[in-house]
């Protein structure tokens, strides 16, 4: 069966150090992925999709980026967070095509102090 | 674009009361249309969908009916309970299209 992995599930973080979340994805292949963001009182918001290794759809210009090395591994960084990064982060992944069903990760709570 | 309107929460139940969120979308095609759900320090999960218009999503004692002439798929159940106390969501996709537009969610408390 698929599993999808999300780490770390709580982060502190000092304004302007930089930030990597990994996501990973077992039991399929080839998969679409996505990161959303969850901010206190402002829904889910699609950050970077990919259905492809190395192919990145950005959603909304801003302070992070996203990189695919592998097929299965998805993963959001930054150079120098900014205090609105804070939010709650899901990665998730989704058959071909998308409007089957999406699975998420159990998400990471970034805190940017 | 796509975009999902839900009622603002949050709402407040009784145990055994009837539930609606309401959810109306906007699409330039023919979307599969869903509700999600997220119980509290997690990820969402799927909840119900439908794939047509008339088409009628169920579980859990949820169900949603997707209306295409009013662009609406509201979520009803008829006797929540604590348990049921989550933020719901609804989304759709468009065939053809490789993303899901989620709406603002909204926050059930059911209270004993």
């Known amino acids: 069966s698929q599993t999808i992995h999300q780490w770390p599930a709580t982060l502190v973080q000092p304004v302007g150090s930089p930030l990597s979340l990994e996501c990973t994805v077992e039991?399929?292949?080839?998969?679409?992925l996505y990161w959303y963001r969850q901010a206190a009182g402002r829904g889910l918001q699609l950050l970077f999709y990919?259905?492809?290794?190395?192919?990145i759809s950005s959603e909304v210009p801003q302070n992070l980026s996203a990189s695919r090395p592998q097929d299965r591994q998805f993963i959001l960084s930054s150079k120098k967070l900014l205090l609105s990064d804070s939010g709650f982060y899901l990665c998730?992944?989704?058959?071909?095509?998308?409007?089957?069903?999406?699975?998420f990760g159990s998400g990471t709570q970034l805190s940017v102090l | 674009g796509n975009s999902v309107t839900q009622m603002e929460g949050p709402v407040t139940l009784s145990e055994e009361a009837f539930l609606t969120i309401n959810c109306t979308y906007t699409?330039?095609?023919?979307?599969?249309l869903f509700w999600y759900v997220q119980y509290p320090g997690e990820g969402l999960q799927l909840l119900l969908k439908?794939?047509?218009?008339?088409d009628k999503g169920s579980n859990k004692g949820f169900e949603a009916t997707y209306r295409k002439e009013t662009t609406s798929f509201h979520l009803e159940k008829g006797s929540v309970q604590v348990s049921d106390s989550a933020v719901y969501f609804c989304?759709?996709?468009?065939?053809?299209?490789?993303?899901?537009?989620f709406g603002t969610g909204t926050k059930l408390q059911v209270i004993p």
């Open positions: 998730a992944w989704s058959g071909t095509p998308v409007n089957e069903k999406l699975f």
């Open positions: 990919s259905i492809g290794i190395g192919q």
């Open positions: 039991g399929t292949s080839n998969p679409n």
């Open positions: 439908a794939t047509k218009a008339d």
């Open positions: 699409a330039t095609g023919y979307p599969s």
């Open positions: 989304a759709l996709s468009e065939r053809g299209y490789q993303k899901v537009t």
